[in-house]
């Protein structure tokens, strides 16, 4: 090597490290710039890689035993609110009680017409005595309107021979006085008289009494000397009208059995329709998050059939250090970041609680993973999503920078300096 070249070299070395020096100068005050702005910036959010979109599940349940089917919606797809997601059928749905309440309705019903022909019967015998009495009551009346005529007869003809011998006993009267007429035959004319007398008035309490007895009979009353008050179908048509009062409320009590059987039919047979078969809908708008049954799957009375959740209620549940609970700021903006994108996302922080008060909690589509460490819960609210399965955003993660209050290294060096200077 020639001695210029060799000082070509020389001063080529010597400016690479007068050069040098400045540009690794740099290098490591770029590096601590950097290191003093992470720093920094980790004094201001609580990063936190455990964090998933979550929205509270609607589930379905079936509300009767039965087997599935239908043409449910595929997961993921957009429900509207009163979609029909499945059908369930029971065939074997138990309806002894309705051949129960069935089976009294007929005994009811063969009672019931019993009881009525009972009393159609006794209503006709009941008929036919006082028909019977009636009859009777009328000759009644027509015996003694007889014998009042002939009592009235009597007397009239007897008052009219008592006034004859009234007037025989003036004559003797006037004979006697005038001396023609003896005492005796005087005294037979007035003792003719005086009988004659006795015997209308005798007459007249006969037709007193027939009179009495015939309004009596007209009445259906007997008067007879050792007879009852009433004749005897009437006795027997008032029997059958306690034995129809009697059966009417039997009747009655049959008849509101017969009712009362008739409506728990009617409530079975509902009830069995609503055993037998019944449609599940969706009782809002979501998407179908998960299927608890496959047609044709036989599933029981509360099991879930499906899961939905409506993504335009999403929310953001991130967990982070117990530590930082109290440094974390409720209300602030926090900024996220979900799994696969590169745009950032901020949202404002809705809660701050326990991690117990999340994690396992069954009505949650998505939590957080157990880390099995003391953690606190962030619910932060996410942009509204569209129910469908491209566009939801319940069940990404993300990674996410929680605002804080200040607190760590550059607070404690702040208040160091505080108290130095």
Same mark, same amino acid.
């Given at each position: 090597?020639?001695?210029?070249?060799?000082?070509?070299?020389?001063?080529?070395?010597?400016?690479?490290?007068?050069?040098?020096?400045?540009?690794?100068?740099?290098?490591?005050?770029?590096?601590?710039?950097?290191?003093?702005?992470?720093?920094?910036?980790?004094?201001?959010?609580?990063?936190?890689?455990?964090?998933?979109?979550?929205? %509270?599940?609607?589930?379905?349940?079936?509300?009767?035993?039965? %087997?599935?089917?239908?043409?449910?919606?595929?997961?993921?797809?957009?429900?509207?609110?009163?979609?029909?997601?499945?059908?369930?059928?029971?065939?074997?749905?138990?309806?002894?009680?309705?051949?129960?309440?069935?089976?009294?309705?007929? =005994?009811?019903?063969?009672?019931?017409? !019993?009881?009525? =022909?009972?009393?159609? !019967?006794?209503?006709?015998? *009941?008929?036919?005595? /006082?028909?019977?009495?009636?009859?009777?009551?009328?000759?009644?009346?027509?015996?003694?309107?007889?014998?009042?005529?002939?009592?009235?007869?009597?007397? #009239?003809?007897?008052?009219? #021979?008592?006034?004859?011998?009234?007037?025989? %006993?003036?004559?003797?009267?006037?004979?006697? @006085?005038?001396?023609?007429?003896?005492?005796? &035959?005087?005294? *037979?004319?007035?003792?003719?008289? $005086?009988?004659? &007398?006795?015997?209308?008035?005798?007459?007249?309490?006969?037709?007193?009494?027939?009179?009495?007895?015939?309004?009596?009979? $007209?009445?259906?009353?007997?008067?007879?000397?050792?007879?009852?008050?009433?004749? %005897?179908?009437?006795?027997?048509?008032?029997?059958? *009208?306690? =034995?129809?009062?009697?059966?009417?409320? !039997?009747?009655?009590?049959?008849?509101?059995?017969?009712?009362?059987?008739?409506?728990?039919?009617?409530?079975? *047979?509902?009830? /069995?329709?609503?055993?037998?078969?019944? !449609?599940?809908?969706?009782?809002?708008?979501?998407?179908?998050?998960?299927?608890?049954?496959?047609?044709?799957? @036989?599933?029981?009375?509360?099991?879930?059939?499906?899961?939905?959740?409506?993504?335009?209620?999403?929310?953001?549940?991130?967990?982070?250090?117990?530590?930082?609970?109290?440094?974390?700021?409720?209300?602030?903006?926090?900024?996220?970041?979900?799994?696969?994108?590169?745009?950032?996302?901020?949202?404002?922080?809705?809660?701050?609680?326990? &991690?117990?008060?999340?994690?396992?909690? @069954?009505? /949650?589509?998505?939590?957080?993973?157990?880390?099995?460490?003391?953690?606190?819960?962030?619910?932060?609210?996410?942009?509204?999503?569209?129910?469908?399965?491209?566009?939801?955003?319940?069940?990404?993660?993300?990674?996410?920078?929680?605002?804080?209050?200040?607190?760590?290294?550059?607070?404690?060096?702040?208040?160091?300096?505080?108290?130095?200077?």
């Amino acid at each position: 090597m020639s001695a210029t070249t060799r000082s070509a070299l020389a001063a080529r070395a010597g400016l690479s490290a007068t050069l040098g020096r400045p540009l690794k100068l740099a290098a490591a005050c770029a590096v601590l710039a950097v290191g003093g702005y992470a720093i920094w910036s980790a004094q201001r959010f609580v990063v936190s890689d455990n964090a998933v979109v979550s929205a %509270y599940v609607m589930s379905l349940r079936a509300p009767i035993e039965g %087997y599935v089917s239908g043409h449910p919606a595929a997961i993921g797809g957009e429900i509207h609110g009163g979609d029909i997601l499945a059908t369930m059928t029971n065939p074997l749905a138990d309806d002894q009680r309705l051949v129960d309440f069935e089976e009294r309705v007929n =005994r009811l019903t063969v009672e019931q017409a !019993t009881l009525l =022909r009972q009393r159609d !019967t006794l209503e006709a015998t *009941r008929r036919d005595l /006082l028909q019977r009495a009636e009859e009777h009551r009328h000759a009644m009346v027509a015996r003694l309107s007889g014998q009042v005529a002939s009592a009235q007869m009597a007397l #009239e003809a007897k008052l009219a #021979e008592s006034e004859q011998a009234k007037r025989d %006993y003036h004559r003797k009267v006037d004979l006697a @006085r005038s001396g023609t007429a003896s005492t005796s &035959d005087l005294e *037979r004319a007035q003792f003719a008289s $005086d009988a004659l &007398d006795r015997q209308a008035r005798s007459l007249g309490g006969q037709l007193t009494a027939f009179q009495a007895e015939l309004a009596a009979a $007209d009445h259906g009353i007997l008067t007879e000397d050792g007879g009852n008050d009433v004749p %005897y179908s009437v006795q027997r048509a008032d029997e059958v *009208r306690l =034995r129809l009062a009697d059966l009417d409320r !039997t009747l009655d009590a049959v008849r509101e059995d017969a009712r009362e059987a008739v409506s728990r039919v009617e409530a079975e *047979r509902r009830r /069995l329709t609503m055993l037998h078969s019944a !449609t599940l809908a969706a009782p809002s708008a979501g998407m179908l998050w998960k299927l608890g049954a496959s047609t044709g799957e @036989r599933i029981g009375t509360g099991d879930t059939a499906a899961e939905l959740v409506d993504c335009g209620a999403a929310f953001l549940v991130a967990a982070a250090p117990q530590k930082a609970y109290s440094n974390i700021v409720l209300g602030g903006d926090a900024r996220f970041r979900l799994a696969g994108e590169d745009a950032e996302r901020t949202g404002r922080i809705m809660s701050i609680t326990g &991690d117990t008060s999340l994690v396992g909690d @069954r009505n /949650l589509a998505a939590v957080p993973l157990d880390l099995h460490q003391p953690t606190v819960m962030v619910r932060i609210e996410v942009p509204p999503s569209p129910n469908t399965a491209a566009e939801c955003l319940v069940g990404r993660t993300a990674r996410i920078l929680l605002p804080t209050s200040g607190g760590g290294v550059m607070a404690a060096m702040s208040r160091l300096a505080q108290r130095i200077f």
